[in-house]
């Protein structure tokens, strides 16, 4: 939240243009960077209507959130009121979506899409449905509203739009979100009136802003539900539109042999393997052709074990990259493809049989096996020789088969506790988009601390382990990998720093001596006792995050140096550029780094490295620990 006071409050101040200036300020500060002009143009034009109406219904004390940020998210709803319900007197909130539109339509096939002129004529989530997904996400997420689903409602505001934007009422999802323009302002006061009462709403946004956010709907334990029974998760804002997109080109592609290939792509944690299993779930709910695949083991592994759990069936849903070279030609509805940034040049390797072999690339064997393709992936996320999965590949590989493109890009950020912040200090701590990196600034929704000893990270972690919180402690590929143990052996302590020394993760697909196989390292308890790799941590994530960098990146005077001997990366081949490995190798860290859902800890085996590290996130060493 940006900014918080009383609707009389605000008013006198945004018509000194004071409460712009304040919300330019606040946002620089909380964020990093300035807004845009778009940005604060909307704010001008249409924080002003908001108040005017607030005012107009006789709420001069209710309390006003503005640009608020959702629980473990980076998303913000435009205004929150706070106040007190009329008639129960218990706390009552409206989430508030504002736009500018003036002109808009529902989608004919879709009302929870819809059309806006001036726009390019691409598809825009219908504000109802985005609205409404707020609220759903607040009551889940938000400790105050558990058991009280009842206090929170929605209402979208076009204050510019004609009639036209009427009918996106169409999307209708329940009273509790409402959508107004400026031809229903009667009607927009009257829902306030009905919500919220002429009183001080100060404690009821101190009851909502103190209320504890709940942690994030754990991927691997809810899919099972998400496939089998119904929808679990809270889709919102670009996610929805992805997801609508991805329907409404299957419907398309049924009725009228309408081929379309479609691109999401987004950071760690914007929600893409959440799109893909909330699409998987529905369309095997109706009965269409659709399988999910990866480049990844041990992500199809797990969403193998725990969707399919007592369902065999359902773990045939779950395929490779490389299952696809001898598909029949549009033989799937749909085939959802995540961590796409795994896609591999061709899908053969020296064990296929050379009747499989096609001598197509892996993107256009993908593409062919299903009516409507869909791609998910992060750029950022290469971290192997030879994977070259991007945007502009699938984009040339469609057009060159004449098929239509989508492409959707996600700006939430789930993972990391919804931390935009702490996800771009550590994009520019490893230098990925060439600019240098900037201290860490505390932020509430993310904790990241240094150590100074392996050890001192594990005793850290186990404290946390013992408060409920889950963790895993990862490193660098540069220690040798044992990757045969012998029956009834433990496995071996290949990773050795001075007098400490842990075994890495399971190599292969069996436990041993109770550690857990790779594939259910992230998820099992026993997973805690081992080091887990870039291999076996990509794709998932835990509470707490303890990430050991070793010898093959190190920090010297104002850059970081890869050391390619250091590194036990069998990946890397002679014939492997200095420029490749040097990339990889800090997607490798980048992806390390972000798989804490509550907090990071970090440990570097180089002492000016070290050095570097305490001296960019010494404040927050300072800040007390959990108990």
């Known amino acids: 939240m940006l900014i918080r006071a009383s609707a009389a409050s605000l008013t006198a101040r945004s018509l000194s243009s004071q409460l712009y200036a304040e919300l330019t300020d606040r946002f620089s500060h909380t964020y990093g960077h300035k807004p845009s002009a778009g940005e604060v143009r909307s704010w001008e034009n249409s924080i002003p209507e908001l108040l005017q109406v607030v005012l107009e219904a006789d709420l001069d004390e209710v309390e006003v959130m503005l640009e608020y940020a959702l629980p473990l998210s980076s998303k913000r709803a435009d205004a929150v009121l706070a106040g007190v319900h009329p008639v129960t007197g218990d706390p009552s909130y409206v989430v508030i979506e504002l736009k500018q539109w003036t002109h808009v339509t529902p989608d004919l096939a879709n009302p929870t899409l819809c059309h806006v002129n001036g726009m390019g004529g691409r598809e825009q989530l219908n504000p109802l449905t985005q609205v409404h997904g707020y609220c759903q996400y607040l009551a889940q997420f938000n400790g105050s509203l558990d058991g009280h689903e009842d206090r929170i409602g929605g209402a979208a505001f076009l204050h510019n739009a004609d009639g036209s934007a009427d009918s996106l009422d169409r999307a209708g999802l329940d009273s509790h979100s409402r959508l107004f323009t400026k031809a229903s302002r009667g009607k927009f006061q009257d829902f306030l009136r009905e919500r919220l009462a002429p009183r001080s709403g100060a404690a009821a946004a101190d009851e909502l802003l103190n209320g504890v956010s709940k942690p994030s709907t754990q991927l691997m334990s809810v899919a099972a539900k998400e496939i089998r029974e119904r929808q679990q998760f809270v889709l919102l804002a670009e996610q929805r539109l992805a997801y609508e997109l991805v329907l409404k080109a299957v419907r398309e592609s049924h009725e009228s042999d309408h081929k379309q290939v479609i691109v ?14 909330s699409l998987l779930g529905e369309l095997h709910r109706q009965g269409r052709p659709t399988l999910h695949a990866t480049g990844s083991a041990s992500f199809t592994k797990t969403m193998r074990k725990v969707a399919g759990a007592r369902k065999p069936e359902v773990q045939g849903l779950f395929k490779y990259f490389n299952s696809f070279m001898t598909a029949r030609k549009n033989d799937l509805n749909v085939l959802i493809c995540d961590e796409a940034h795994r896609m591999r ?15 197509k690339p892996q993107v256009e064997e993908l593409i062919d096996a299903a009516q409507v393709p869909v791609f998910l992936l992060d750029g950022h996320q290469v971290v192997r020789p030879g994977e070259m999965g991007s945007v502009e590949e699938i984009r040339a590989a469609a057009t060159a088969k004449n098929i239509a493109f989508t492409e959707v890009p996600l700006d939430a950020q789930f993972r990391c506790g919804g931390s935009e912040a702490y996800v771009r200090w550590v994009t520019r701590f490893l230098q990925l988009t060439g600019e240098g990196p900037i201290p860490w600034e505390t932020d509430p929704k993310m904790r990241l601390r240094v150590v100074d000893s392996p050890r001192e990270m594990e005793e850290f972690l186990k404290r946390r382990l013992s408060e409920g919180y889950g963790a895993r402690m990862t490193a660098g590929y540069c220690w040798k990998w044992t990757t045969k143990t012998k029956p ?28 857990p196989p790779a594939a259910l390292w992230a998820n099992e308890p026993a997973g805690f006792g081992q080091v887990g790799c870039v291999y076996t941590a990509q794709g998932f994530e835990y509470d707490w995050n303890g990430v050991i960098l070793g010898p093959d990146l190190v920090w010297r005077d104002d850059h970081w140096e890869v050391n390619r001997a250091a590194s036990k990366d069998p990946v890397f081949k002679r014939s492997t550029p200095e420029s490749v490995v040097h990339q990889l190798v800090r997607n490798t860290y980048k992806v390390l780094l972000t798989r804490g859902m509550v ?7 180089d002492e000016e490295t070290q050095a570097k590290l305490h001296e960019l996130i010494g404040a927050e060493a300072q800040v007390p ?3």
Not at 348 to 354: D, E, G, H, I, L
Not at 488 to 512: F, H, M, T
Not at 599 to 605: A, E, L, P
């Open 264 to 277: 999401v792509s987004g950071g760690p944690g914007s929600g893409k393997s959440v799109i893909a299993l």
């Open 345 to 359: 040049e061709t899908s053969a390797n020296r064990y296929t049989p050379a009747i499989q072999r096609t001598g």
């Open 488 to 515: 009834g052996q433990p496995l071996p302590e290949d990773v050795v720093i001075g007098d400490w020394a842990k075994p890495w993760n399971v190599y292969g697909d069996r436990s041993v001596d109770g550690a």
């Open 599 to 605: 907090g990071t800890v970090v440990y570097s085996t």
């Open 625 to 627: 620990t959990p108990a």
